[in-house]
């Protein structure tokens, strides 16, 4: 009876380890490549967030989206910020890898960004007090001009002018009486306009 009794322990216990939550197949049993669903690509200083993607390739011909089940990465973050596949410029110029990663698997692709020359502001009624909108504008060493700036922007202003900014990221200033120095600084390129009101 002992025999029996020590004979079917072990057997036991082998069938509830394999009835228990256990049944998740990893992903790299059946993957084949995982890519990013973009080229070598260019941007500008001034752009807002690209938005990149990691699809995985299987065995049986399917793909999916698997942007939150890899690791990314970049060679260079002083040029590239990037959370999760989004990416902004976070330098003037510069080249970096984006990079993904899951087990064994790996791809990447080269991010260029494209030189702000110079910056201005878009005129405003200098001869209004009250509410005004700002427009941040500039050309790019590709040769894009007039292109409104969205990141890495920043405003001046003095004489208790007001600045301000919505949801949108649009920028206003409340102009008042006197002269008033407004500074458009993108990175290390600056331009500044007085505005005389009496």
Do not use: Q
Not at 61 to 70: I, L, M, Q, R, Y
Not at 128 to 156: C, Q, S
Not at 178 to 197: A, H, K, P, W
């Amino acid at each position: 009876m002992k025999i029996i009794k020590y004979t079917l322990l072990p057997l036991l216990a082998s069938v509830l380890i394999s009835c228990g939550d256990n049944t998740e197949t990893p992903i790299t049993s059946n993957v084949t490549s995982i890519k990013i669903d973009s080229t070598n690509l260019s941007i500008r200083s001034t752009d807002a967030e690209v938005s990149l993607s990691a699809i995985v390739n299987y065995d049986d011909g399917n793909s999916a989206d698997a942007s939150k089940g890899v690791t990314w990465g970049n060679t260079d973050y002083d040029v590239l910020n990037m959370l999760e596949g989004e990416i902004s410029a976070d330098a003037n110029s510069g080249e970096a890898n984006v990079t993904i990663k899951y087990g064994n698997f790996s791809d990447s692709i080269k991010v260029e960004v494209i030189e702000l020359t110079d910056v201005f502001i878009v005129p405003l009624d200098s001869n209004a007090t009250g509410t005004h909108t700002l427009e941040a504008r500039g050309n790019f060493k590709n040769g894009d001009k007039n292109i409104t700036l969205v990141k890495n922007v920043n405003w001046y202003a003095d004489n208790d002018a007001v600045l301000s900014v919505d949801d949108n990221n649009i920028w206003s200033i409340e102009i008042k009486s006197g002269d008033t120095n407004l500074t458009l600084r993108v990175f290390d390129i600056n331009e500044t306009v007085i505005y005389s009101i009496n």
